[in-house]
């Protein structure tokens, strides 16, 4: 047998043979080397004295017992004596039961992106609608609300023409005046046509049931009560003058006539059409998309696709839950 | 009833007599989790989970020892928590030693308070000097020189040949050795190495 130096002893011998796990060979060797090498004693001793302090390590209480319960094994998937196991379609029931809240709030929130995206994409699209609606809007507005200059023009018509009609009967009773003196004389000398001059008398005629019947359809307009019975007297009297005149000065009668009826005309069209086409006509815009169309856009299908889905897990959830009470 | 009656009524589903084993050794299981762990808490959660991985692995008891089977299965729930990284022991000694308000309490003995306070002491290094080993040097140690067990039962707990713990075991020793010479002032007076010339490698 080979002696081996005592420094050829290794730690994993020695700590064997703290624990009586070598062989009758490595004990003698081990011994006679504790018996003349005190590095061998120096290292065993330590190597005895931290062995001796990890066995004298402190015990540390439980906290609490760590016993099982029923429940606890059979969440587990543990089996319990007299607890059927639960089948393949319990197993189901629950994995369903577990998942159909968490995917249920998932359609919830897809439903809610989507139709978040479908409204932010009608309200991108709607500012060009709104500009070409806008005019006919305000219009409309102003047709029902407050009254504008506009407005003004086209829905007071009886009151407008009137004071139209008068101030045109006066101022063609003032030119007839001045033909009738004769200050015109000179530019008066050319011949009417005889269609306009055989239209002047009806016209003035016209001037004139006019003008009455403005007067009767406008009951507020007291203020200019005298002015209309005087612009009426003069109407009355401007077809006699005018058609005196026409003999004399046809052309400046006529062309007094003429603007006397023509804007009574033009007023007579205005009054005796309703407010509303104008106001319809403004209104109506060119077809826009605030319009519903009658076929359905795809984000509007999905949000319906969603929002049935989402019912029917809801439903699904509420029963899952009933039917799972009852097992 | 003898273990071997209660292991066998445990095995037909009686968590009764299931419970009667967690009683016999849930101090051993607690402990050498906490040991494993450095964390009285993630021991705590170690050896629940332990005992309920047990109950439903009854089936595949061969009726040899228990403890070292149930150690085994505790120790490989410890090495699970420790790779999955949910709690890291300790490796620093003045995190250790300021631990004052500690979740851990050592099992009561008829002693002074100043005795309670220098084991105290004690463990608080002891567990410093464990937690720098690697999981399979700390796990022998533990099993053999804390808890007592043969190199054949730690063999078998830890599932490994007797000359794998045997060489394990040497490393973990001489690392251990080392730590408590370096930090020896910190022991109470009764603990320390009374040699002159302590070993230096």
């Known amino acids: ?327 | 009833m003898d273990e071997a009656t209660i292991i066998e009524a445990a095995r037909s589903g009686d968590v009764a007599a299931f419970n009667q084993l967690v009683m016999t050794y849930q101090g051993l299981a607690y402990n050498v989790a906490y040991r494993m762990m450095g964390n009285a808490d993630a021991a705590a959660d170690a050896t629940q989970d332990a005992f309920l991985k047990a109950y439903k692995a009854l089936g595949g008891f061969r009726g040899n020892s228990f403890k070292a089977w149930l150690l085994r299965i505790v120790t490989n729930t410890c090495y699970d928590y420790l790779r999955a990284g949910k709690r890291k022991p300790t490796t620093n000694l003045d995190d250790v030693l300021a631990d004052s308000e500690h979740s851990w309490r050592l099992v009561a003995h008829d002693e002074r308070p100043e005795a309670y306070a220098e084991r105290e002491e004690l463990n608080r290094l002891l567990q410093w000097a464990i937690n720098q080993l690697p999981p399979e040097q700390r796990a022998v140690v533990i099993l053999v020189d804390v808890e007592g067990l043969s190199y054949e039962e730690a063999a078998a707990a830890l599932g490994v040949a007797l000359g794998t713990v045997k060489s394990r075991l040497s490393r973990a020793r001489v690392r251990l050795r080392d730590l408590l010479q370096q930090e020896e002032e910190l022991l109470p007076a009764r603990y320390r190495l009374k040699t002159e010339k302590p070993f230096r490698v």
């Open chain 1, 1 to 327: 047998m080979s002696y081996h130096t005592p420094s050829e002893l290794s730690d994993e011998l020695l700590s064997a043979y703290l624990d009586g796990q070598v062989t009758a060979t490595e004990r003698a060797r081990i011994e006679k080397a504790l018996a003349e090498d005190p590095e061998v004693r120096e290292r065993l001793a330590t190597l005895q004295w931290s062995v001796s302090l990890l066995r004298e390590a402190p015990r540390l209480a439980v906290p609490r017992a760590f016993t099982l319960s029923e429940a606890d094994v059979l969440a587990a998937g543990g089996k319990v004596k007299g607890v059927s196991q639960p089948g393949w379609m319990e197993r189901l029931l629950a994995g369903l039961s577990r998942a159909m809240p968490a995917a249920t709030a998932a359609v919830a929130v897809l439903l809610l992106l989507v139709m978040g995206v479908d409204l932010l994409g009608g309200r991108s699209a709607q500012p060009q609608t709104l500009g070409m609606e806008a005019p006919a809007e305000s219009i409309a507005a102003q047709a029902t609300q407050a009254p504008t200059p506009q407005a003004e023009m086209i829905r007071p018509a009886p009151e407008a023409a009137v004071t139209v009609v008068v101030e045109k009967v006066v101022e063609a009773t003032v030119l007839v005046e001045k033909a009738v003196t004769g200050k015109e004389v000179t530019e008066a000398l050319a011949p009417p046509a005889p269609s306009e001059a055989d239209e002047t008398e009806p016209k003035a005629l016209e001037v004139q049931k006019e003008s009455a019947e403005a007067e009767a359809a406008t009951p507020e307009s007291l203020a200019e009560e005298e002015p209309v019975g005087g612009a009426a007297a003069m109407a009355e009297e401007a077809p006699t003058e005018s058609a005196v005149a026409s003999t004399e000065a046809p052309s400046p009668t006529q062309e007094v006539v003429e603007r006397a009826t023509s804007a009574p005309r033009t007023e007579e069209t205005a009054q005796l059409q309703p407010t509303a086409p104008p106001v319809e006509k403004a209104a109506q815009p060119q077809p826009t998309a605030s319009q519903p169309s009658s076929i359905p856009t795809p984000w509007r299908l999905l949000e319906l696709g969603l929002l049935l889905l989402l019912v029917v897990m809801i439903i699904i959830t509420f029963w899952l839950r009933r039917v799972r009470s009852k097992i």
